[in-house]
DNA sequence: TCTGGGGTCCTAGGACCC
DNA sequence: TCTGGGGTCCTAGGACCC
């Protein structure tokens, strides 16, 4: 049987959600109605354009640069900031609404869902629910969504990207030909700015050429991710929508430097902060690591990393610290100015499947108890509550994100 | 005050083993 | 002495997504 599925995708949600706020509170302008654009903070050198309205849309702005550049597309642009816990709250309010219509869900990123409407049928049609829902998302909600409607997952985020805002659409098999294979081929999911350049060197420009190229051509030059542009220009999609929420494959935390920092001390204080976040929210999913992955980045924008594996899982701050202090050794030339620095954990399991190890540390135990213990103080009373010694300086420069 | 932060998956090449 | 070759694991980096 065929799969009924809807992709619901929230019309510039940080700036909408700011909007609506914004409003709430009384503000008498809808910032949805200006040329606007949610930025990160440039004092700490985070100034990039996150979500923008139609008419900043208009001046040629685009997710993703600066706001530098922006200003220079639109000087009377208003810039705000953004408040992601905000946004979780709007996004969890959405989440609600859509799990009224049927168990198969999928949140997909904050701000996009993917519903398995098959069995929730009844005598509705697909296309009828998916007006009500976006009636009811404006009504109940006050922002507005765009919705695809299709018979898998990639037709139906295909077409919820088609015209914005505040719009349904369909892409069923018979409408692939007039609706997709038109559209240039940077429009089809999956295919980024290293693809198009190749593509288009092939002579192949729409959605269309590809879906018509010759499919062993387009693997034998692109692999694996050959096959699936190949099939997604066909509209060929069997992938389900996860419903349960996946534990995460890897947890990491990195951050911008406010200054370039030039010297490995300072560098070790940063890296300790970001161990305390990792390994935080790693415990708080119950889960331990023996991956750890330290990344730079220079002034000039170079990345490098290294990564290496510990003999055993662990979850505690000492020891993912420790490792990821020798990684960074490594990585690490002296004198070199560095932008940014990350750290990361992979190769997860669920704390209950841990094996015993004879090559870890007696102590690494004990540590783990304490991190456990130091984390409940933390539920309590806040995660800055307690703090390392020594540690209040680096709070200044790493801020402590939504965790 | 020009270029975020959090993810997933894939690939190429080296090490190592038989 | 004419330098195999398959399999696995590991690492660094790249491409893509929101």
Same mark, same amino acid.
């Given at each position: 049987m065929e799969k009924q599925i809807l992709h619901v995708d929230v019309n510039n949600a940080f700036l909408s959600w700011t909007a609506v706020e914004m409003l709430k509170k009384g503000e008498k302008i809808d910032i949805r109605t200006i040329p606007s654009v949610i930025g990160g903070d440039e004092t700490r050198r985070a100034g990039i354009v996150l979500a923008k309205s139609m008419k900043a849309k208009e001046c040629g702005i685009f997710t993703g640069e600066t706001l530098y550049q922006a200003r220079q597309k639109c000087p009377n642009l208003k810039v705000y900031p953004g408040n992601y816990r905000k946004y979780k709250e709007y996004s969890d309010s959405l989440f609600k609404l859509l799990s009224e219509y049927t168990d198969k869900i999928e949140r997909y990123s904050i701000d996009e869902c993917f519903l398995d409407m098959t069995e929730y049928l009844m005598k509705d049609t697909?296309?009828?629910?998916?007006?009500?829902? $976006?009636?009811?998302?404006?009504?109940?909600?006050?922002?507005?969504?765009?919705?695809?409607?299709?018979?898998?997952? #990639?037709?139906?985020?295909?077409? $919820?990207?088609?015209?914005?805002?505040?719009?349904?659409?369909?892409?069923?098999?018979?409408e692939i030909e007039s609706k997709m294979w038109k559209l240039?081929? &940077?429009?089809?999911?999956?295919?980024?700015?290293?693809?198009?350049?190749?593509?288009?060197?092939?002579?192949?420009?729409?959605?269309?050429? +590809?879906?018509?190229?010759?499919?062993?051509?387009?693997?034998?030059?692109?692999?694996?991710?050959?096959?699936?542009?190949?099939?997604?220009?066909?509209?060929?999609?069997? &992938?389900?929508?996860?419903?349960?929420?996946?534990?995460?494959?890897?947890?990491?935390? &990195?951050? @911008? +430097?406010?200054?370039?920092?030039?010297?490995?001390?300072?560098?070790?204080?940063? #890296?300790l902060a970001l161990a305390e976040q990792v390994t935080f929210r790693l415990r708080k999913y119950d889960m331990l690591a023996n991956v750890v992955n330290v990344q730079l980045r220079t002034k000039d924008f170079i990345d490098r990393s290294h990564q290496g594996k510990l003999n055993y899982s662990t979850s505690s701050t000492k020891e993912i610290y420790s490792k990821a202090k020798e990684l960074l050794e490594q990585t690490y030339?002296?004198?070199? @100015?560095?932008?940014?620095?990350? #750290?990361?954990?992979?190769?997860?399991?669920n704390k209950n499947e841990k094996q015993i190890s004879i090559f870890e540390n007696i102590d690494n135990r004990k540590q783990e108890k304490l991190d456990e213990?130091?984390?409940e103080l933390k539920a309590k009373y806040g995660y800055d509550f307690i703090t390392r010694a020594g540690k209040m300086d680096i709070k200044r420069i790493v801020k402590l994100k939504d965790i």
């Open positions: 697909l296309l009828n629910k998916a007006y009500e829902i $976006s009636r009811r998302v404006k009504e109940e909600l006050g922002f507005t969504v765009n919705i695809g409607v299709a018979n898998n997952k #990639l037709l139906a985020k295909m077409a $919820s990207d088609f015209t914005k805002p505040d719009k349904v659409h369909t892409l069923f098999q018979n240039p081929i &940077s429009d089809l999911f999956m295919l980024g700015k290293k693809t198009v350049p190749k593509l288009y060197n092939m002579g192949i420009k729409t959605i269309g050429d +590809l879906a018509k190229a010759d499919k062993n051509k387009i693997i034998k030059k692109f692999g694996k991710h050959g096959l699936l542009m190949w099939e997604y220009a066909n509209g060929i999609d069997k &992938s389900e929508v996860q419903c349960k929420q996946e534990k995460p494959k890897g947890i990491g935390n &990195s951050i @911008t +430097l406010p200054k370039d920092i030039n010297n490995l001390e300072e560098l070790e204080k940063i #890296l030339k002296k004198g070199e @100015t560095i932008r940014l620095i990350g #750290l990361r954990v992979d190769n997860l399991i213990t130091l984390d």
